[in-house]
């Protein structure tokens, strides 16, 4: 039911990520939370935007429940940038997805800009390593396997794994190649 909606997380700026904000907003009252830098970025935007609300900040918990989001600061593919970890049960069994907020290069093609996101891919993996997390999601679903995920979990079965729950190195790999590519680029801008 929307109307039991209390937040709304938005991983940046960006209006096919924070439009739908609005509407949860007015219709539900529901409370929406950005980074104060992609809050200014919003205000700088054109269309939909949600009204200015609550200030996400970098290690913020957000409890619902039972269950407790951790947030981080990982600017890169916005200046504010948010990415999570989640505690999540999959048959009662306890898992932990970070939610990678920054996937894709779409700002300017500067060295700069790709140290800021290598740095932030470099620390989300090292806190999502450390805390443990076991299954990976994306801001932009086109990279994490959700394709191929979405169809397995609509037709998975009794006691079958979860195609999100990858492992811990596997989590820990994916951060790594954020990390390596925006390196790469690097490179290729000091050429």
């Not at 509407?23 to 539900?28: C, H, N, T």
């Not at 300017?108 to 990976?136: C, H, L, M, Q, W």
Request: proline share 5%.
């Amino acid at each position: 039911d929307p109307a039991n909606i209390k937040y709304v997380i938005v991983s940046h700026g960006h209006g096919d990520h924070s439009a739908g904000a609005k509407y949860l907003q007015d219709r539900y009252k529901a409370h929406v939370l950005l980074s104060a830098g992609d809050w200014d970025l919003l205000d700088r935007g054109r269309g939909a935007k949600p009204a200015r609300d609550m200030v996400a900040t970098d290690g913020q918990k957000l409890t619902l429940g039972d269950t407790t989001i951790t947030m981080y600061l990982t600017p890169g593919h916005t200046a504010g940038t948010l990415s999570y970890l989640i505690p999540v049960k999959d048959n009662g069994r306890p898992h932990l997805v970070a939610e990678w907020g920054g996937t894709a290069f779409n700002f300017p093609r500067t060295a700069e800009n790709f140290r800021v996101y290598a740095a932030s891919a470099g620390r989300f993996g090292d806190i999502a390593s450390k805390a443990g997390a076991d299954a990976i999601i994306s801001n932009h679903s086109d990279y994490d396997g959700s394709k191929q995920k979405l169809p397995a979990l609509a037709g998975r079965r009794p006691g079958a794994p979860h195609p999100y729950v990858i492992g811990t190195d596997a989590v820990k790999r994916y951060m790594r190649v954020a990390e390596e590519c925006a390196k790469a680029w690097i490179e290729r801008t000091a050429s």
